[in-house]
Structures are given as structure tokens and as C-alpha cells.
């Protein structure tokens, strides 16, 4: 795992009055200490399609242009679900959603491009764990010193 820049409490508070959107807190806390995460050699299993997925980067606020946040979210804004985030990608640039309504608050694995058989336009967004924190912690990360 490479920290792209540390993270800022302030860039954290910005960011969810930019977009008038609340982030949980497991995840306004990683915000402000990571701006920003690569990861190698890393893994995550979406149970709804059975398979496991590479997972390559959580975007910054103020990190790198090809990771910036705001940038990614406004390149999905008329795709993704409503109430819901692009914190990170897989490294063919597939999203990975948090998603914050209520009633599906999670983190999500959205399949725009169908890559996977079961993706449809009806069903291409896949639960991977229902909190940040958790799926941080489902990240199977090989440390390469």
C-alpha cells in the first residue's frame, strides 16, 4: 500500500459541504489521514457475483490529477445510484461506490462496463461490505516491504 499524501481535516470538511454529501465517519477519518491510497498485489471478494477483484486505488481530495475525487465523481454522476460516492477504482477503472441512502449505506462494487455475467442494466452494483471500515479490513493486501 502507497500513501498518495497524507490527508487533511479541513480538505475532509470541504469536500462533503462541496457536494452536499454525508460520509460516514469510519470514512471521513481515512480521508483525513490518507489523501489518497495505492494498493498492489490487493484482493476483495463481491459475494453477490462470486469473484474476487483487484483492488487499486482509494482517490484523494488533493492527491494526484488521474485520482482526484471530484474529477471521478463527476465523470459518473449520471450512472451511479443516487446517494452514492466513487471512493476508489479496480485497475481496469471499474468504481468502487460508497454508498450513504438509508437504506443501502455500504460500500459497493459497480460493474458499468458488465464486465462480470451477471451484470445487467437492472443489476450491476454488488455489495462488498456493509461499512468502510470493514472493507478495509476485507482487503487481502501482500506487503511488498
Do not use: W
Amino acid at each position: 500500500m502507497e500513501v498518495i499524501k497524507n490527508g487533511e481535516k479541513n480538505d475532509v470538511f470541504t469536500f462533503e459541504s462541496k457536494l452536499n454529501f454525508h460520509l460516514p465517519d469510519d470514512y471521513k477519518e481515512f480521508l483525513s489521514k490518507y489523501d489518497g491510497v495505492r494498493f498492489y498485489n490487493c484482493e476483495f471478494y463481491v459475494n453477490d457475483i462470486e469473484q474476487k477483484v483487484l483492488m487499486d486505488v482509494l482517490y484523494g481530495l488533493n492527491g494526484e490529477k488521474r485520482y482526484d475525487i471530484y474529477k471521478k465523481n463527476d465523470r459518473f454522476v449520471n450512472e451511479i445510484p443516487k446517494k452514492s460516492l466513487v471512493i476508489g477504482e479496480d485497475p481496469g477503472g471499474t468504481p468502487i461506490l460508497l454508498i450513504n441512502d438509508e437504506k443501502n449505506n455500504g460500500i459497493y462494487f459497480f460493474d458499468s462496463n458488465y464486465f462480470f455475467k451477471q451484470s445487467s442494466d437492472e443489476q450491476n452494483t454488488y455489495l462488498i461490505a456493509p461499512t468502510f471500515t470493514d472493507f478495509m479490513n476485507m482487503l487481502n493486501v501482500e506487503d511488498n516491504g
